[in-house]
């Protein structure tokens, strides 16, 4: 696998787009590089909501990537240079490519990558056959651990432009996957602070029903006695 491209520092004037090559009547995959090389670049830490999803109608399998609402630093870069991605691809790279295939651009579009809407925002690639999962511990899993809600980094390969019928998009694939481990929230793993009392601690609050409760013991005073009944004689 070639060397992975630090996606803060590309220079999308140097992306290459090679011959198109013909894979059947409607269908056609335009491979790209960068100073010469794949681009491969590696995800921040993001989720799968829905683990493999496939599309039976062309017998792939894919992963659907969700950033969170409120993104880190890398996170929102990452999204940011997707989106300046295909923004060059669709503004430099576009018409040309149809004007080569000889076809007006009138009713042609680009599929993004990027679904994004008022609640969520993702990206999906491929996966495939050479797809390897590893764990946290790097050691080699299963593509079946990749359930719903699963935490994950990916190595995602740039294979090219794909182009069918009036459609083109870009053709992004996982080369590795690293599964990081979740939070189990099937027990409380909450830490309850320890209740310090002392000589001045007057009241505590209750760790069930959030009460406060004196600590000084409140003692009746013992029944008044009552005199003993005269004995007559």
């Known amino acids: 696998m070639a060397n992975v491209i630090d996606f803060k520092t590309v220079d999308f004037s140097k992306i290459k787009c090679e011959s198109i090559h013909r894979i059947s009547r409607s269908f056609f995959i335009i491979p790209i590089s960068y100073l010469k090389e794949s681009i491969i ?11 493999i999803c496939t599309n039976e109608r062309y017998n792939k399998s894919y992963l659907k990537m969700k950033f969170p609402k409120f993104q880190t630093e890398n996170q929102y870069q990452f ?5 300046q991605l295909e923004a060059f691809i669709i503004e430099k790279k ?13 009713d042609k579009i ?13 990206f999906s690639i491929q996966i495939l056959d050479t ?8 050691q080699l899993i299963s593509k079946n651990k990749l359930t719903k809600k699963s935490l994950i980094k990916s190595l995602c390969i740039l294979s090219g432009i794909w182009i ?3 459609t083109m998009g870009l053709l992004w694939n996982a080369g590795q996957v690293k599964l990081y481990n979740n939070l189990k929230m099937d027990k409380c ?3 309850e602070d320890d209740i310090q009392v002392n000589a001045d601690t007057k009241e505590i609050e209750c760790p069930c029903c959030n009460n406060y409760i ?13 005199a003993p009944p005269k004995l007559v004689s």
């Open 41 to 51: 670049v590696q995800t921040p830490l993001l989720t799968l909501p829905f683990g």
């Open 79 to 83: 999204y940011t240079f997707l989106l």
């Open 94 to 106: 576009f018409q040309k490519i149809w004007k080569k295939l000889r076809k007006s651009i009138s």
């Open 110 to 122: 680009f599929k993004s990558s990027i679904t994004k809407n008022f609640l969520s925002k993702s």
């Open 131 to 138: 797809t390897t999962v590893y764990n946290q511990n790097n």
């Open 164 to 166: 069918h019928n009036n």
């Open 189 to 191: 793993l909450i830490i």
């Open 214 to 226: 004196s600590t000084h013991v409140q003692v009746p005073p013992p029944p008044q006695l009552l």
